[in-house]
């Protein structure tokens, strides 16, 4: 399974970024698709989750600005990141859960700065 990432860049703070993940090999029924985020000396955190049923999940800090949409014919999944701030900056890791094996993308820099 290999997922490829892409998206990332740099974006004055206020702005927009649309990133996509699209997972391919042997895929089956991925229950959940999501995005986490790491500054360097940090832990990975979580930005938000979509389970197979459509139901969502985020951290409090991206409420309201940021929205997860999976496409399950395509295997993708999206983060659409809107009203970006300087601490939104960090390398963005997209992540699913199939048959209760963790698969991790490559990662993303996102960097916000005026």
């Known amino acids: 399974v290999q997922l490829q990432a892409s998206g990332g860049g740099l974006v004055q703070p206020g702005g927009s970024l649309r990133l996509s993940c699209a997972a391919s090999?042997?895929?089956?029924?991925?229950?959940?698709m999501g995005w986490y985020r790491q500054v360097p000396g940090n832990q990975r955190d979580l930005v938000a989750l979509?389970?197979?049923?459509?139901?969502?999940n985020y951290a409090d800090s991206v409420k309201g600005r940021f929205t997860i949409s999976r496409d399950n014919a395509k295997n993708t999944v999206y983060l659409q990141m809107n009203s970006l701030k300087p601490e939104d900056t960090a390398v963005y890791y997209c992540?699913?859960?199939?048959?209760?094996?963790?698969?991790w993308g490559q990662g993303t820099l996102v960097t916000v700065s005026s």
């Open positions: 992540y699913i859960m199939m048959r209760y094996s963790a698969y």
């Open positions: 090999g042997s895929i089956f029924s991925i229950d959940r």
């Open positions: 979509i389970f197979s049923g459509g139901s969502t």
